[in-house]
């Protein structure tokens, strides 16, 4: 709530923020990281725009199981994220 109550930070830049200072528990969040997240697991909901608290929070437990799952750190999760919502949102 701090960050985003800055004049111009939304969730996005707050969770780019947080994930700067401690990439080891935080994961940037945007629509492409988002719908990507959801392909691959069952994370629920279109992307909120802007996400609250809750659905930050939601993502970010869902980015904790695939960083499990695949034995990776959150970063490693985020930047295939943002590369598989690229390749999903590219034209044919």
Do not use: K
Not at 20 to 38: C, I, L, S, Y
Not at 70 to 76: A, F, K, Q, S
């Amino acid at each position: 709530d701090a960050l985003t109550s800055l004049p111009g930070v939304g969730f996005p830049i707050a969770s780019a923020f947080l994930a700067f200072a401690n990439p080891e528990a935080f994961v940037v969040v945007d629509r492409r990281t988002w719908q990507a997240a959801q392909s691959l697991t069952d994370l629920e909901g279109a992307y909120p725009d802007p996400p609250n608290i809750e659905q930050y929070e939601a993502f970010l437990d869902t980015c904790h199981v695939l960083a499990d799952r695949y034995g990776v750190g959150p970063w490693e999760v985020y930047m295939f994220l943002w590369r598989h919502g690229s390749e999903s949102t590219d034209p044919e």
